[in-house]
T-cell receptor, first 112, second 115 residues
Framework: GENVEQHPSTLSVQEGDSAVIKCTYS??????FPWYKQELGKGPQLIID?????GEKKDQRIAVTLNKTAKHFSLHITETQPEDSAVYFC???????????FGSGTRLSIRP | ETGVTQTPRHLVMGMTNKKSLKCEQH?????MYWYKQSAKKPLELMFV???????ENNSVPSRFSPECPNSSHLFLHLHTLQPEDSALYLC??????????????FGPGTRLTVL
């Protein structure tokens, strides 16, 4: 069935270190993988996305990698800062048209 | 700001009340979505509208009734809700629903509490 698994559910990282969040999906035809950041009291905000025709994408301190063979993708945040503390959601667009399935979220805390 | 606004931001209602949530997008998008976000659960897609037509109804109880009068506005009408319906209701929009047009932008949500 349609499913996106996300790990870990919580992550605590020392400021300045890197954080990695991993997701797996079940539909091999999935072709679009966005990542969202949700701060307290706000809606999810798109931070980066990747489509299945590329294996990696970077935007400053944020990068996403995609392994289509293994059906998993990861978010990498380098040189973490206090403002990176939030809940992060991965998602995958399934081949069944308009549906994007979200992971269960990772609560990232940056320790000063 | 993402260009998607939602009102009210907070709503408390009794089980016999009727209320409506409103979403407006200022992005010129053609698709709009309602999601439910409960504690410790993934975002649940409720409804999808594309060009003002409902294209997805994700087995949502009839006590939730969506309305999309035009491509910029989306409503969620609520009646005889249950306490378990308490959640954050998020609206999102996208340019389209396929190909490279499906990136979704979310509003801030309405925090709903059903007593």
């Amino acid at each position: 069935g349609e499913n996106v698994e996300q790990h870990p559910s919580t992550l605590s990282v020392q400021e300045g270190d890197s954080a990695v969040i991993k997701c797996t999906y079940s539909d091999s035809a999935s072709n679009y993988f966005p990542w969202y950041k949700q701060e307290l009291g706000k809606g999810p905000q798109l931070i980066i996305d990747i489509r299945s025709n590329v294996g990696e994408k970077k935007d400053q301190r944020i990068a996403v990698t995609l392994n289509k063979t293994a059906k998993h993708f990861s978010l990498h945040i380098t040189e973490t800062q206090p403002e990176d503390s939030a809940v992060y959601f991965c998602a995958a667009r399934y081949s069944s048209a308009s549906k994007i399935i979200f992971g269960s979220g990772t609560r990232l805390s940056i320790r000063p | 700001e993402t260009g998607v606004t939602q009102t009210p931001r907070h709503l408390v209602m009794g089980m016999t009340n009727k209320k409506s949530l409103k979403c407006e997008q200022h992005l010129g998008h053609n698709a709009m979505y309602w999601y439910k976000q409960s504690a410790k659960k993934p975002l649940e897609l409720m409804f999808v509208y594309s060009l003002e037509e409902r294209v997805e109804n994700n087995s949502v109880p009839s006590r939730f009734s969506p309305e999309c009068p035009n491509s910029s506005h989306l409503f969620l009408h609520l009646h005889t809700l249950q306490p378990e319906d308490s959640a954050l209701y998020l609206c999102a929009s996208s340019q389209g629903t396929s190909g490279s047009t499906d990136t979704q932008y979310f509003g801030p949500g309405t925090r709903l509490t059903v007593l």
